[in-house]
């Protein structure tokens, strides 16, 4: 299928031996670097569903740089509008700008939480400002998150995402070099556990700045949330005049226009988009209760800085504004969450033809194959045990059949408005063929 299978060296084989020379790891990130655990590769083309390498390989891209890719890549309407936005200028940095007011009424508009918008470029800008704005406004330093939860790579949030199994009920750094006292004012609890929720306000409500989660935790795949849970969250933040940050960098414009607090009816006091937000372009934001956000104004009077040169830059908001109306008028979520579906239905029928054991994850354009584990997840101890050997074998096999999703057993799939039935029966037709090899 592709030029690894030859004995030649390969252009994206010295690309990369050219990148680790110069870059730590030959990537942007170890999570990026990851994608050589099947082979080195290096790609430079992008349209559509289809990743385009350097050798000339062509791949069926599941992993859309992480998830924002939600029309598909090259879609021309987002890139016309960012073209069109590069006309006037890149960046004013100065004043207000017509986009920014545009994109911010959509997102009051769509998201039941926002009343204000502050544009960064990022989630894990987003979940920063956020967190700040929480510990202004309350005056606490503690916060709570949940484990399996990733909210960027920040000193703030980067704890207990992949804890070990000794680690569990406590704070665990993800990095080397993070600040201790960031870490120690960081409480974890188990997702879907509203009680741990409730035990942690009763011993430290009162040193409690905010409760931050996403709503449906995707960086262990896909954990759903009891509706139960999210409710007691929201009752015991509120009774408290704690803060509820939903980070919905990965669900907010993937799974719903409304988010998943549209989708599960509970309305957060901040919430973090990005993304998906623009289609691949940077651009994020933190949006929520105006008395929370106008602690950043612009008078300098507020107390609370939020800032960033390249923030509201008008490219990004161009590919925001043109991604919601998308997303709106062409029912983006319906097409990806049916799609969703019969690869999850098609991939459990194959595992159970198979004998394989494992289990098929996800919620409408997201899924993830987990092998070895059984049953649906409800939190991240019932992740742990998973068989990330017979995963990699898997993503390996995969991607010589033509499809390409990072090779981390803890991660996802994506599916975009560009993937469609052919796409669907070719991926199906490749995974009954791996797993008849396993």
Request: charged share 25%; hydrophobic share 35%; glycine share 12%.
């Amino acid at each position: 299928m592709n030029s690894e299978t030859t004995n030649e060296t390969t252009e994206s084989e010295r690309i990369v031996e050219r990148a680790r020379e110069v870059i730590p790891g030959g990537a942007q990130t170890g999570l990026r670097a990851q994608a050589y655990d099947t082979g080195e590769v290096a790609f430079e083309r992008s349209k559509g569903a289809t990743l385009t390498t350097v050798d000339g390989d062509e791949y069926t891209d599941y992993h859309l740089g992480f998830g924002p890719i939600i029309l598909g890549h090259g879609y021309e309407a987002v890139d016309e509008a960012a073209r069109n936005a590069i006309d006037d200028g890149v960046l004013y940095g100065t004043g207000t700008a017509p986009l920014e007011v545009e994109v911010a009424e959509r997102l009051v508009d769509l998201l039941p939480s926002i009343e204000q918008v502050n544009f960064c470029n990022s989630g894990s800008e987003a979940t920063y400002h956020a967190i700040r704005l929480a510990r202004a406004y309350t005056g606490n330093d503690k916060i709570l998150k949940f484990e399996g939860c990733y909210h960027g790579w920040h000193d703030y949030v980067d704890v207990s995402v992949y804890p070990p199994e000794d680690g569990l009920g406590e704070g665990h750094p993800e990095s080397e070099g993070m600040l201790p006292a960031a870490v120690e004012n960081t409480l974890v609890a188990p997702f879907n556990d509203g009680e741990a929720v409730e035990e942690i306000f009763r011993e430290h409500g009162d040193d409690l700045a905010a409760v931050i989660l996403e709503p449906v935790p995707h960086s262990v795949g896909c954990l759903l949330p009891r509706q139960e849970f999210l409710e007691t969250v929201r009752d015991v933040t509120a009774d408290a005049d704690v803060p509820l940050i939903f980070d919905e960098v990965i669900t907010g414009f993937r799974h719903s226009p409304h988010g998943a607090q549209g989708e599960f009816g509970v309305t957060p006091d901040l919430t973090c988009v990005a993304k998906a937000l623009g289609n691949g372009y940077p651009v994020a934001a933190v949006g929520g209760r105006e008395d929370l956000l106008s602690q950043a104004g612009g008078d300098n009077k507020s107390g609370v800085v939020i800032s960033g040169t390249y923030s509201g830059n008008l490219p990004g908001l161009a590919a925001a504004r043109e991604t919601i109306d998308t997303i709106v008028a062409e029912d983006v979520q319906g097409h990806v969450s049916d799609l969703g579906d019969e690869y999850r239905a098609g991939l459990r029928d194959l595992l159970a033809d198979h004998g394989i054991d494992g289990r098929v994850i996800g919620h409408r354009s997201i899924f993830s194959v987990q092998f070895g584990v059984t049953g649906e997840p409800e939190n991240y101890e019932d992740i742990l045990g998973l068989d990330e050997e017979r995963f990699h074998e898997f993503a390996a096999g995969m991607r010589n059949r033509g499809h390409f999703f990072t090779p981390n057993p803890y991660k996802r799939h994506h599916l975009s408005f560009a993937h469609d039935e052919e796409n669907l029966a070719a991926y199906l037709d490749a995974a009954d063929d791996v797993f008849g090899n396993l």
